[in-house]
């Protein structure tokens, strides 16, 4: 079993930053491919960003390119997700998901392929 804890959301103004950490307990995460969801109030969960076992292979959504970086310290079993030039629309509960990739070049944007989820941190951003 994974165990997954969020840190580092809180209320930032438009156009500025936060780094969301997601750390890992229980197993190593090093074969894991990991992903950011988002869910705002009303809507659907949906995926923000991931990236592969290595830190190789990332993937964003088009909203965040250029604006958010997915990154990955296998020795510390802990994922980041550094958001810059926030918007309001950003504004959502983010979660961090993991799945066993096996060292495969994998990565995932749908919920329904991770089985290890975060309880969520809060992200608002005021306009």
């Known amino acids: 079993q994974v165990q997954l804890v969020e840190s580092g959301g809180g209320l930032v103004q438009t156009g500025g930053s936060l780094r969301l950490s997601c750390a890992a307990s229980g197993r190593t995460i090093s074969s894991y491919a990991m992903a950011w969801f988002r869910q705002a109030p009303g809507k659907e969960r949906e995926f923000v960003a991931g990236v592969n076992w290595s830190g190789g292979t990332t993937s964003y959504t088009e909203s965040v390119k250029g604006r958010f970086t997915i990154s990955r310290d296998n020795a510390k079993n802990t994922v980041y997700l550094q958001m810059n030039s926030l918007k309001p629309e950003d504004t959502a509960v983010y979660y961090c998901?993991?799945?066993?990739?096996?060292?495969?070049?994998?990565?995932?944007?749908?919920?329904?392929?991770?089985?290890?989820w975060g309880q969520g941190t809060q992200v608002t951003v005021s306009s």
């Open positions: 998901a993991a799945a066993n990739s096996y060292y495969s070049s994998n990565l995932y944007t749908s919920d329904s392929n991770y089985p290890y």
